[in-house]
Each structure stands twice: as structure tokens, then as C-alpha cells.
């Protein structure tokens, strides 16, 4: 987890904190329900820690994570084997939508600071706003995308339909961070949803 990553799920978890550093495995599945059993299964098996636990109607999600990737990916393992399935029977993850908006308005920067949990977005700023979809997946393009680039991070919401995550930097910036987040999600193997 980079670090502005690691510190803005601080703020949305309910469960154990991550920290920057760690490993995180984050599961979505139908029906919303079955998280109930994953998580249990996840945190018996490993000494991975949950994170999140959220069940909507359509969907559920977790999240677990530790200090030790090989933790993460043990719960990850067992998980799927418990559920006799592989990583290869995954959906694979789309791009809904990608916008950058450059010279953020003063008012739209207000506005949209109302309903962000992380970084502030200042007026003249540029913006980037990309959806995804499964939700889940847009952690680990918001994660890659603080590799890539020096951005501001400023929301990021995994749950629903689409995930979403908004940054903000200077124009270039935004762009590296934009190819930077697309290109892992296409590079992810999966079958069509």
C-alpha cells in the first residue's frame, strides 16, 4: 500500500487499520452475503487482518491485509479454493468511464471537497475522475496510480456498481497517473462479466 493510499483507507475502514507498506487482498462477490464466510475463512486460515467488511443487496466485499504479502496471498488461496475456484475465474476488470478536468473551477473545487475523505482539491488544479468496474478493482488502480505519479489523492469509494477514485495535480502529473491505473487494469486477466 503506498502511503496516501494506506492513509485514506484509514479514514473509511471500520476494522483493523492498514498502514502504508502493507499487502491488501480485497474480494467482491455475489450475493452480498457470502463475504460473511469468506472473511471468516480468510482471517482463520492466515494472520491477515480485516479490514472492511461491507454487504449491500447485489454485492459484498472484503478487505484483509498484513504486514506479509504471503499472508495475503495464503488468504487470497484458500479463499478460492474454498469457493473451488481459481484467480483465472475472475471478471475481468472494465474502465467505465475516465475524465480529466484541467483548471478546476474555484466553486466546483468547493463543491467537490464537500465529499472527498482524502486530500483537498485546490482551484486550477487538474482532476482526474475514473470508474471501474468490479468496484473492488479500483483500489488497486488508485494504488498504482501513486506509484506512477505525484498526485494529491483526494476520494476513493469501493463499493457498488462502479469504484471510483478522484486525484488531483498538475496536468502532467494526472495524465501519468491516469495511464498509469488504466494500464494495470487492463493488464489483469479475467473472464468477460
Not at 65 to 75: G, I, R, T, Y
Not at 121 to 126: H, S
Request: a negative charge; charged letters at 20%.
Amino acid at each position: 500500500m503506498q502511503p496516501q493510499y494506506a492513509a485514506f483507507v484509514g479514514t473509511v475502514t471500520q476494522g483493523d487499520l492498514p498502514t502504508e507498506g502493507m499487502a491488501s487482498l480485497y474480494i467482491e462477490v455475489a450475493p452480498g452475503n457470502e463475504a460473511f464466510r469468506l472473511v471468516d475463512i480468510a482471517v482463520k486460515a492466515t494472520e491477515a487482518r480485516p479490514g472492511a467488511q461491507i454487504v449491500e443487496r447485489e454485492f459484498g466485499m472484503f478487505e484483509v491485509h498484513s504486514k506479509s504479502q504471503a499472508e495475503v496471498l495464503e488468504a487470497g488461496r484458500v479463499v478460492l479454493e474454498r469457493l473451488g475456484l481459481s484467480e483465472q475465474d475472475r471478471v475481468k476488470p472494465q474502465i467505465a468511464s475516465q475524465q480529466v478536468i484541467t483548471n478546476v473551477d474555484p466553486y466546483q473545487a468547493q463543491l467537490l471537497n464537500r465529499f472527498r475523505r482524502g486530500s483537498m482539491l485546490v482551484p486550477g488544479e487538474t482532476m482526474l475522475v475514473l470508474e471501474c468496474a468490479p468496484a473492488a478493482y479500483i483500489n488497486f488502480a488508485v494504488n498504482e496510480a501513486e506509484k506512477g505519479a505525484s498526485i494529491k489523492l483526494l476520494h476513493v469509494s469501493s463499493v457498488g456498481r462502479f469504484g471510483r477514485m478522484w486525484l488531483s495535480g498538475s496536468e502532467a502529473e494526472i495524465v501519468t497517473a491516469r495511464n498509469a491505473a488504466v494500464a494495470a487494469i487492463e493488464a489483469l486477466s479475467g473472464r468477460a462479466g
